[in-house]
């Protein structure tokens, strides 16, 4: 069974910084690439980031050298460090992984940015 568990949200001010965490099982985790979505109250899902299973690497371009992303196979974990963080980047960030054409979700860890 697939699993994707996000964590590491909170509060921070802006400029602060914080790291999520997503733990993937289930899969071969080094066949799939996965990425990095937010959502902000009344938006739609966007892409952040995703990190592919050749560490091929995008990002939004509102978080370009803000944010990096990177993966670890040994404890099948992808992790995104997010600094200078700004009231724009508030949201629900989830992990996603497609398999075999099916798209797999976490549960969210939400991300608030304010003073």
């Known amino acids: 069974e697939v699993q994707i568990v996000e964590s590491g949200g909170g509060l921070v001010q802006p400029g602060g910084s914080l790291r999520l965490s997503c733990v993937a099982t289930?899969?071969?985790?080094?066949?799939?690439?996965i990425q990095w979505f937010r959502q902000a109250p009344g938006t739609q899902r966007e892409l952040v980031a995703g990190?592919?299973?050749?560490?091929?690497?995008e990002y939004a371009d509102s978080v370009k050298g803000r944010f990096t992303v990177s993966r670890d196979r040994y404890t099948r974990t992808v992790t995104l460090q997010m600094n200078n963080l700004n009231p724009e980047d508030t949201g629900e960030y989830f992990c996603k992984v497609v398999i075999a054409g099916i798209p797999y979700w976490g549960q969210g860890t939400r991300v608030t940015v304010s003073a």
């Open positions: 289930g899969f071969e985790f080094d066949r799939y690439g």
């Open positions: 990190i592919g299973s050749v560490r091929n690497i």
